[in-house]
Structure formats: structure tokens, C-alpha cells
């Protein structure tokens, strides 16, 4: 319809649906190439010839971003009432209100940048809420055109959170760098408030029991001593931060999640002179060498992030203690074994690495922290006990 009703542009713009864009050449249809990452879950869809979604996971059909997206949710947050499909769905990576935002600009050039409405036909607008951040370690494309430029006062809350800027008196050195003149302390969940863009992005937060605010806690966890094992062992090993992933399986029926398997990350710090001041920090209450835990055996406290009701969409999420059953394993697996002996040549010979030979306490080596460490969380089968042994040589050597 020609621009000269407001009215009449914003219906074309919400008559733009996947089925447009198929048509237009700026998706094709393929075979896992949606995606939704929403609290920690990962959903892959297909999206077919005539635009309709199909859930890889259980085959389901859906014909809108907006219908996947909100059953999606919904299986992982109850009270979920929509989601917000154009700003969560991801074609290989990149958002689809990237790609309708690409076709306005080719085929109606002379919109106003203001009037534009992303919302397609038969979905509500709504604000785009903060979704997880792991697409980004997935290769994304571009959209076939490089986005508008919007000036500040057009950008929209989610964007303003996402460039959360520092408070003043923050000191900056070299990029990279970014030491502050007090240590870092966890707060309390009350005393944030809703969303607030001078809020430091790398606040500590202390969580919170299920009791202390009436619930229950909504799911059952149990992880295996396998798992438990490896990921104490590879902390051990240095003094930098370690990150990994956990691996397991989720039954719908009981509720329960059950951690069956760690996938130690073979990486470092990616800014060598920041380093050292970024290891300072995450060194001090979470290490496994912390003073403020005087046992040989380490704390290992799990979370989770319940999401903000429904109705105060802008609060943070609640992170939440929670409590686990404890599997013992009755062998050590092939896998975990060979996890331990990668993880003792990935940090041979580093700057980082823990000196086991050394004195933890008085009458204790770092390696007899390490073996008393670990002793809880070994197999009934004590008969692999030598190839821990051996495992334990190579450290010595290694340091």
C-alpha cells in the first residue's frame, strides 16, 4: 500500500511473515537451520518450503516463530505467556527480526525508522526479553544487509542492557584491562532492583534458598561422581579460571536431571596481560585452594537462575541454591580417564600450572590436597586406583 497512511504501511509491515521472506530470497529452507536458546535450553528447529517450523526434537509442525518460540518457553518456564518469536528464533545464528528488518529496508526505503512494527501478521509486539547468550559462540552471518543505524534515544530497553556501562569512578587501564579499587562482593537479590544499565555487568550475586523465599524447588537434580571427579580434577590443575560444559539427561515425567557427563574446555584466558588480574579475581572464593575453605575436600555449589515473573519482566533472575543427589559410580569410565590425561598435557609446562611438589598446608602437598580431594568422589571399584597413580605421576612431572 503506498506510504501515505500510517496505518496502511504498519499492516503491510505486519503482513511480513517467514513464507515473505522465503520468497524473497532471504532465507532458504533447511534442515536445522532455527534455533532458540532460552535458561540454559537449546531448541533446533527446520524451517520448510512454506514457511512453516518444524522441532527437530519431537517433530512437532508450527507456523509461526512466535507458536514455536512459546511452547518452547513454556516446557521450561511454566509461567512463560509468550515468546516474543521474531527477537528468540535465530535463522544460522542471527535473529529473524534482523532479516524482516533487512527486507523493509529493500522494499519500502522510505518507511520512517520510527513507525517500523516487527511484529508479523497474527502475533502480538511485545519486548524482546533477554535471551541467552550462547548463539554467540556459533559462526553467524550477516544479514544480507548491515542494520540502520538508530540514534541513542531509539534504542530499545534489551539493547540498553546489553551495553550495560560501568558506574563512574571505575578504573580503565589498556583495553582489556579492568581493575577496580575494591574486591569484589556478592550482594543480596534484594538490594538490585529491576534492570539498571549502570549496574557493573560482572556483579557477584548471592544465592538464595528455596526456603528462604516459600517454594519448592521446581526440578530434582543427581549427578554422577564421574563427573564430579574429572571437573575437581581439571580445577586442581591451575591457578586460572576453568570453564566446561555438563552433559546429562532431563525426564519430563519425574522431573528430574540427571548430570552423567563433564567436557572439560582446553582453553585459556584470551587476553594475556589482563590475565593476571582477571585470575586474581575468580581465584579468590571459588578456587579450590580458597583459605576460607579449610578442607582438603572442595565445595562444589551448584545454581540456578530462576527467571523473574511474568509480571516484572525487568527484574533479574533469582539465582537459587540447588540441592543434588549424589550418584556414586561403580568404575571410572574410558572417557573420563583419557579427559584427565588431556587436561594433565593441555597445562604441561604452563605458567599457571599448580606446582604439586609444593606445600599447601603445613604437613600437605598440593597433590595430597588434590588426592584427599578427590577421594570422595572415586568409584566403588578400587581397582582402577593405579591409573590414578599414574595419573598423579604425570602431574609431578608436568610441574
Not at 508450527?62 to 509468550?82: D, E, I, Q, Y
Not at 529496508?105 to 520512517?112: E, I, M, V
Not at 535471551?131 to 552471518?141: C, K, L, N, P, Y
Request: net charge neutral.
Amino acid at each position: 500500500k503506498a506510504a501515505g497512511g500510517t496505518r496502511g504501511a504498519v499492516l503491510t509491515r505486519r503482513g511480513i511473515t517467514l513464507r515473505v521472506l522465503l520468497r524473497d530470497g532471504l532465507l532458504e529452507p533447511a534442515r536445522g537451520v532455527l534455533s532458540i536458546y532460552y535458561l540454559g535450553k537449546k531448541f533446533v528447529g527446520d524451517l520448510g518450503a512454506d514457511g512453516t517450523i518444524t522441532w527437530q526434537e519431537t517433530g512437532q509442525v508450527f507456523n509461526s516463530p512466535s507458536a514455536w518460540a512459546t511452547h518452547c518457553k513454556r516446557l521450561v518456564n511454566p509461567a512463560k505467556k509468550s515468546g516474543c518469536g521474531w527477537a528468540s528464533v535465530r535463522y544460522k545464528g542471527q535473529k529473524l527480526d534482523q532479516y524482516k528488518a533487512a527486507w523493509l529496508r529493500k522494499h519500502q526505503p522510505n518507511a520512517p525508522p520510527a513507525e517500523e512494527s516487527l511484529a508479523s501478521e497474527g502475533e502480538e509486539e511485545e519486548m524482546p526479553e533477554e535471551e541467552e547468550e550462547e548463539a554467540t559462540r556459533e559462526g553467524r552471518v550477516p544479514v544480507p544487509e548491515p542494520a540502520a543505524t538508530k540514534k541513542p534515544e531509539e534504542k530499545s530497553k534489551k539493547q540498553q542492557c546489553k551495553s550495560l556501562a560501568e558506574p563512574a569512578g571505575t578504573d580503565h587501564g589498556p583495553l582489556g584491562k579492568r581493575l577496580e579499587s575494591k574486591p569484589r562482593l556478592p550482594v543480596r537479590y534484594c538490594t538490585l532492583g529491576t534492570r539498571d544499565s549502570a549496574r557493573n555487568p560482572q556483579t557477584l550475586v548471592e544465592v538464595t534458598s528455596f526456603a528462604a523465599i516459600n517454594k519448592f524447588q521446581p526440578f530434582n537434580v543427581a549427578i554422577s561422581s564421574n563427573v564430579l571427579l574429572l571437573l575437581d580434577f581439571h580445577s586442581h590443575l591451575t591457578r586460572s579460571e576453568v570453564v566446561g560444559y555438563l552433559g546429562g539427561r532431563w525426564d519430563t515425567n519425574t522431573q528430574l536431571l540427571t548430570v552423567l557427563r563433564a567436557f572439560p574446555c582446553r582453553t585459556r584466558l584470551g587476553d594475556a596481560e589482563a590475565a593476571g588480574a582477571v585470575e586474581e579475581e575468580v581465584n579468590q572464593p571459588w578456587g579450590p585452594y580458597y583459605h576460607g575453605n579449610p578442607s582438603v575436600e572442595s565445595k562444589i555449589a551448584p545454581f540456578w537462575v530462576m527467571p523473574p515473573p511474568e509480571q516484572r519482566p525487568n527484574d533479574y533472575g533469582i539465582p537459587m541454591d540447588v540441592e543434588v543427589a549424589y550418584i556414586q559410580d561403580g568404575f571410572l569410565t574410558n572417557d573420563v580417564l583419557q579427559e584427565m590425561t588431556l587436561l594433565v598435557e593441555f597445562y604441561k609446562g604452563a605458567p599457571d600450572l599448580v606446582k604439586f611438589q609444593e606445600l599447601w598446608s603445613q604437613d600437605q602437598t598440593y597433590l595430597d590436597k588434590l588426592k584427599g580431594s578427590l577421594a570422595s568422589r572415586t568409584p566403588k571399584d578400587q581397582s582402577f586406583t593405579h591409573i590414578l597413580e599414574q595419573i598423579y605421576s604425570l602431574l609431578k612431572l608436568s610441574s
